[in-house]
């Protein structure tokens, strides 16, 4: 058995925008999928509980995941090509989600979708064509509005800002931080892109081959990161700042069939000593700022 996503524990309060980040294949989407309740069928969910507002989501039955899917908690999917039905017209569903959740007439569905094509800088009349009729932009800016017609509580995006120009990248955070001014939107969002994180999240989690390694306030992760993991990641991305130069993060992530000893990261940290291959560090908290190594203070 493989543990593609491992004892992670996080939450996510009313209005506050959560960054997820770490390398491919870490969990991130994994995480996402669970949390919905859309894992394939070979994915098992051995224990725990995905609490929301005091209900549990892993207990609920069918007719109550269905409501809680996009009325409570909406998700952009990653790979907004495959997303949408080829064989209806996009504005069709979305009147269709609008439709099923909530007592409205078809022409008030239509109108509150257009307003939302409209939104993500679509013209309303690109609303009216077949997903195979635009581009990859704009089915990822369609997949966008789509997620917040009813609007949900809380929306996970998976990589929304992928196949997106900067101007219309800072039109659509610039959007999800309007939804939080009107309606205390919540947002979990998945990407690589940690400048979007640093301009977004009021807190960031960093993942590594199933298991949170370090949560903080974003300024703090930034700034004083108290993981090797997360400072590597941070020294990688590259800078406008011309004194800074680009890092890497030596060797591949491990395999999860047969991981390492320890901390899963010891065998690619500057950082490890003995203690890091025979035990597996906790995640201490200190005032806010969760960080799974036994050199958090070294760092």
Same mark, same amino acid.
């Given at each position: 058995?493989?543990?593609?996503?491992?004892?992670?524990?996080?939450?996510?309060?009313?209005?506050?925008?959560?960054?997820?980040?770490?390398?491919?294949?870490?969990?991130?989407?994994?995480?996402?999928?669970?949390?919905?309740?859309?894992?394939?069928?070979?994915?098992?969910?051995?224990?725990?509980?995905?609490?929301?507002?005091?209900?549990?989501?892993?207990?609920?039955?069918?007719?109550?995941?269905?409501?809680?899917?996009?009325?409570?908690?909406?998700?952009?999917?990653?790979?907004?090509?495959?997303?949408?039905?080829?064989?209806?017209?996009?504005?069709?569903?979305?009147?269709?989600?609008?439709?099923?959740?909530?007592?409205?007439?078809?022409?008030?569905?239509?109108?509150?979708?257009?307003?939302?094509?409209?939104?993500?800088?679509?013209?309303?009349?690109?609303?009216?064509?077949?997903?195979?009729?635009?581009?990859?932009?704009?089915?990822?800016?369609?997949?966008?509005?789509?997620?917040?017609?009813?609007?949900?509580?809380?929306?996970?995006?998976?990589?929304?800002?992928?196949?997106?120009?900067?101007?219309?990248?800072?039109?659509?955070?610039?959007?999800?931080?309007?939804?939080?001014?009107?309606?205390?939107?919540?947002?979990?969002?998945?990407?690589?892109?940690?400048?979007?994180?640093?301009?977004?999240?009021?807190?960031?989690?960093?993942?590594?081959?199933?298991?949170?390694?370090?949560?903080?306030?974003?300024?703090?992760? /930034?700034?004083?990161?108290?993981?090797?993991?997360?400072?590597?990641?941070?020294?990688?991305?590259?800078?406008?700042?011309?004194?800074?130069?680009?890092?890497?993060?030596?060797?591949?992530?491990?395999?999860?069939?047969?991981?390492?000893?320890?901390?899963?990261?010891?065998?690619?940290?500057?950082?490890?000593?003995?203690?890091?291959?025979?035990?597996?560090?906790?995640?201490?908290?200190?005032?806010?700022?969760?960080?799974?190594? /036994?050199?958090?203070?070294?760092?």
């Amino acid at each position: 058995m493989v543990r593609a996503v491992d004892n992670v524990d996080f939450c996510i309060d009313r209005g506050e925008f959560v960054g997820l980040s770490g390398e491919s294949g870490c969990g991130k989407t994994t995480t996402a999928m669970a949390i919905m309740r859309l894992l394939p069928r070979e994915g098992i969910i051995e224990g725990g509980e995905v609490d929301f507002n005091g209900m549990n989501v892993l207990a609920f039955a069918k007719r109550n995941i269905e409501a809680f899917r996009w009325k409570d908690v909406s998700m952009i999917f990653q790979g907004a090509m495959n997303a949408l039905n080829p064989v209806h017209r996009v504005v069709d569903q979305m009147i269709d989600a609008i439709r099923i959740h909530e007592d409205i007439s078809k022409e008030k569905a239509r109108e509150r979708a257009i307003e939302l094509v409209e939104s993500v800088g679509i013209e309303r009349s690109r609303a009216s064509a077949y997903p195979h009729e635009l581009s990859g932009g704009m089915k990822q800016r369609l997949m966008i509005a789509l997620s917040l017609v009813l609007p949900p509580t809380l929306v996970i995006a998976d990589e929304p800002t992928t196949a997106l120009d900067v101007m219309i990248q800072a039109q659509i955070l610039d959007l999800f931080r309007q939804l939080r001014n009107k309606t205390s939107l919540s947002l979990l969002i998945i990407t690589h892109d940690l400048s979007v994180l640093a301009e977004t999240c009021d807190k960031v989690i960093i993942m590594y081959a199933g298991k949170i390694v370090e949560e903080a306030p974003t300024d703090k992760l /930034f700034n004083e990161p108290a993981h090797p993991y997360t400072k590597k990641l941070i020294a990688s991305f590259p800078s406008i700042l011309a004194d800074k130069e680009i890092d890497y993060i030596p060797g591949n992530p491990p395999d999860l069939i047969d991981p390492p000893s320890g901390c899963n990261f010891h065998p690619r940290c500057d950082y490890a000593i003995d203690i890091c291959a025979q035990k597996e560090p906790p995640l201490d908290d200190e005032d806010g700022h969760r960080a799974a190594c /036994f050199r958090r203070h070294e760092i």
